[in-house]
C-alpha cells in the first residue's frame, strides 16, 4: 500500500541556521509531491510541488525541495531559517488510482520550533 | 486568490446531535474534499467529490456523509455526534486532479 512517512515529529532549530525536513514515501511510480505548511490556528498553505522535470524544485518563502527517485524522498530545505518558520510542516503524495483519478496522501507532519 | 471558506471556526456540540460543517469555495473548482486533522496522525481524508451530487468515501467515512448539490459548496454532515469525532476539521479544493489543495482555515469541533 502507498505510504507516506515524516520520520520527525518535532525539530528545533536555531535563527539562521539550515534546515532540512525529511519525507518519504512508498509507491511502485513516480507520484505527484507537494509540502504545505500550517501556522497555528490555520488552514495548509501550498509551498511547493513536484510532478516531473527538475528534481529540485523552488517553492515560496525561500523553500526548496529535491526529489530523489532512489531514496524515494522529498526532502524540504531552507538555507537560513527566521523564526516567522516556526510552523508545522506536512509532505502529501499523491497516487494515481487503479480505477482513474488520483488520491493524496500527507504525512503526520513535522513541528518546527524555531530558537532566537 | 483562490478562497476557501468554512462557515465556523469553532463549534461545540453534544453527543447525539446531528451537525453540519459548511466549506465554500469561490474558484469554480471541480473537486472538493474533507479532512480531520488529529495530532500525531496528520490528515486524514474522509470523504471527497469530483463533481457536484458526486461523493466518494475516503478512508475513514464511518459515521460521517456529505452534499454536494452546488458545484461550489460541500457539506460534512456528523449524524449523530460522538465524542470520538472531535477534532479539527479542514475543507480543500482543486481544479483538477494534479492541481494542488487549496484549504479553509479549519473548524475545530468539541463534542461533549
Known amino acids: 500500500a502507498q505510504s507516506v512517512t515524516q520520520p520527525d515529529i518535532h525539530i528545533t532549530v536555531s535563527e539562521g541556521a539550515s534546515l532540512e525536513l525529511r519525507c518519504n514515501y512508498s509507491?511502485?511510480?513516480?507520484?505527484?509531491l507537494f509540502w504545505y505548511v500550517q501556522s497555528p490556528g490555520q488552514g495548509l498553505q501550498l509551498l511547493l510541488k513536484?510532478?516531473?522535470?527538475?528534481?529540485l524544485v523552488q517553492g515560496i518563502k525561500g523553500f526548496e525541495a529535491e526529489f530523489k527517485r532512489s531514496q524515494s524522498s522529498f526532502n524540504l530545505r531552507k538555507p537560513s531559517v527566521h523564526w516567522s518558520d516556526a510552523a508545522e510542516y506536512f509532505c502529501?503524495?499523491?497516487?494515481?488510482?487503479?480505477?482513474?483519478?488520483?488520491?493524496?496522501?500527507f504525512g503526520t507532519g513535522t513541528q518546527l520550533k524555531v530558537e532566537l | 486568490d483562490v478562497k476557501v471558506t468554512q462557515s465556523s471556526r469553532y463549534l461545540v456540540k453534544r453527543t447525539g446531535e446531528k451537525v453540519f460543517l459548511e466549506c465554500v469555495q469561490d474558484?469554480?473548482?471541480?473537486?472538493m474534499f474533507w479532512y480531520r486533522q488529529d495530532p500525531g496522525l496528520g490528515l486524514r481524508l474522509i470523504y471527497f467529490?469530483?463533481?457536484?451530487?458526486?461523493?466518494e468515501k475516503g478512508d475513514i467515512p464511518e459515521g460521517y456523509s456529505v452534499s454536494r448539490e452546488k458545484k461550489e459548496r460541500f457539506s460534512l454532515i456528523l449524524e449523530s455526534a460522538s465524542t470520538n469525532q472531535t477534532s479539527m476539521y479542514l475543507c480543500?479544493?482543486?481544479?483538477?486532479?494534479?492541481?494542488?489543495?487549496?484549504f479553509g482555515n479549519g473548524t475545530r469541533l468539541t463534542v461533549t
Open positions: 513536484y510532478f516531473s522535470g527538475d528534481t
Open positions: 467529490s469530483y463533481d457536484v451530487k458526486m461523493k
Open positions: 480543500a479544493s482543486r481544479l483538477t486532479g494534479n492541481s494542488p489543495l487549496h
Open positions: 474558484m469554480d473548482h471541480e473537486n
Open positions: 509507491y511502485g511510480a513516480t507520484p505527484y
Open positions: 502529501a503524495v499523491g497516487f494515481i488510482l487503479t480505477g482513474g483519478g488520483n488520491k493524496l496522501t
